[in-house]
């Protein structure tokens, strides 16, 4: 009778395993697709040693505006020793003339290497891959850069204290951005 019991047990935990298998097939719902279609998708790849928070900032004037808390991403960064992509979704329709990536608000970050840079929208794209990133950044007072052509860099204090690391972006990533648009 035990036997029974045990068999009939293995038979429906294969049966219920099997049906959670089916079960767990992801339905796209065509509405998400072209949202995430028509948002501006930039991709930073680069090897964060210790967890943090990068931030995006970005501005739709032609001239250089303060950037503003409400035209920004977050995204959390988990330490690796390997390289990882930092995705900013921005909100749909939204598209940038110029950004400013943070580089984190952990003052114990260890050295950064950055491996790539990437802009999708719809389905065009634009990378600049490994020191091509600073043809389209440049740093601020607390981002050191230790290896310009291996894309090394650290984030430092500022002399008076400060530790806001980040790039701001140059006129050469604006009229990237011009060419993925059209």
């Not at 294969?14 to 998400?32: D, G, L, M």
């Not at 050191?144 to 006129?171: A, C, H, M, T, W």
């Amino acid at each position: 009778m035990k036997k029974k019991i045990f068999f009939a047990c293995l038979i429906l935990s294969i049966v219920f395993s099997s049906c959670k298998k089916e079960e767990s097939k992801t339905v796209v719902n065509p509405a998400e697709v072209e949202t995430n279609k028509n948002s501006f998708k930039i991709t930073l790849t680069a090897t964060v040693k210790e967890d943090d928070n990068f931030q995006l900032y970005f501005s739709q004037d032609d001239y250089e505006a303060p950037y503003q808390e409400d035209n920004s991403v977050w995204v959390a960064v988990k330490a690796s020793d390997k390289p990882q992509d930092i995705v900013f979704i921005l909100p749909q329709d939204v598209i940038p003339n110029y950004i400013r990536i943070d580089f984190g608000t952990n003052e114990k970050q260890k050295e950064i290497s950055i491996q790539n840079f990437k802009m999708n929208y719809f389905s065009k794209s634009f990378e600049a891959k490994d020191s091509l990133f600073f043809n389209y950044f440049i740093p601020n007072d607390c981002v050191k850069i230790l290896e310009k052509n291996k894309s090394v860099v650290q984030n430092i204090q500022s002399e008076d204290g400060r530790y806001d690391p980040l790039f701001y972006s140059e006129k050469a990533l604006y009229d990237q951005i011009q060419l993925l648009i059209k």
